[in-house]
């Protein structure tokens, strides 16, 4: 199986959403061997992001505003979803 998941919150590991985004792909190949992980952090992130594997990892570029916070999750996300099969 394989899942994506929106790092948008990368970068903000003080806060809920940064914290569920940074903590989860680390630790869910240890729930489920088969299990791919696509990560899809921010382009202003990318230097922080330790994946758990390099080829776990996309990098979609979209502005940081709302619009492109809109953007990346109402258009590039699901695009980019449907491209690489993941639920």
């Known amino acids: 199986m394989r899942i994506a998941i929106n790092g948008r919150f990368w970068d903000q590991p ?21 299990l791919e992980i696509v990560l899809v952090p921010p ?16 990098v979609v570029p979209y502005h940081r505003s709302h619009l492109g916070k809109v953007w990346l999750e109402q258009i590039a996300f699901p695009l980019l979803g449907a491209r690489l099969g993941v639920i």
Not at 51 to 58: G, I, L, N, T, Y
């Open 14 to 34: 003080t806060t809920g959403s940064g914290q569920m985004v940074c903590q989860l792909p680390p630790a869910l190949p240890h729930a489920d061997d088969a």
């Open 43 to 58: 382009r202003w992130a990318t230097d922080q992001v330790t994946a758990p594997s390099p080829r776990m990892q996309v």
